[in-house]
């Protein structure tokens, strides 16, 4: 399983469908619920909160990765984030992990769609490309098997170049910091 872009760049693979990592575990240690997981892929992110007691869903694009992370005991939908989402204005955290900014190919008008979904004090948690990515707008498919998801519009997005996308979208990043080679954010709305 991977994320293939047009310019033939590979995004994920065996990391997704293995259980959270040392580096997921620390990233979602203080994370509050509800959670929503944009791109929940086969809900690795969702599985480890559940694990924990925190009530967490995903969504996701691809209808094979939404019935995977149901057999795995996920409540996952098969939803656009820019579509109607359940319990919108009421999520505590959005989790953009994966490099999962970059869905839609737009990362301003999915952070101010993020900030819609989150109740008042909620915080997206964000995770990045390296600083010094290039930033071209791409289409993207998961690839599954021999089988191909839909497309949908991807952007990577570097460590050094959040703050203005961020600030575009009325979002405030409170800290970010890398992780064994993973870059991260959480980031609130602006005040």
């Known amino acids: ?92 955290t959005v989790l953009l992990l994966d490099g999962n900014i970059g869905i839609g190919g737009d990362p301003v008008a999915l952070l101010r769609r993020a900030g819609k979904l989150l109740a008042p004090g909620g915080r997206v948690l964000a995770e990045t490309a390296p600083p010094g990515v290039s930033e071209v707008v791409q289409q993207a498919h998961v690839e599954i098997g021999g089988g191909r998801g839909p497309s949908f519009g991807w952007q990577a997005v570097g460590a050094d170049r959040l703050r203005p996308y961020a600030t575009r979208a009325a979002m405030a990043i409170e800290r970010a910091w890398c992780d064994d080679g993973r870059w991260f954010a959480s980031l609130q709305q602006a005040t």
């Open 1 to 92: 399983m991977q994320l293939r872009t047009s310019g033939g760049a590979v995004v994920g693979g065996s990391r997704w469908v293995a259980p959270a990592s040392a580096v997921d575990a620390r990233v979602l240690a203080d994370v509050v619920g509800p959670v929503l997981d944009v791109g929940c892929g086969p809900g690795r992110h969702v599985r480890a909160l559940i694990e924990r007691g925190v009530v967490a869903m995903g969504i996701d694009l691809t209808p094979q990765l939404v019935e995977a992370a149901r057999g795995r005991g996920i409540d996952a939908l098969h939803r656009c984030v820019f579509g109607p989402v359940p319990a919108a204005g009421r999520w505590r």
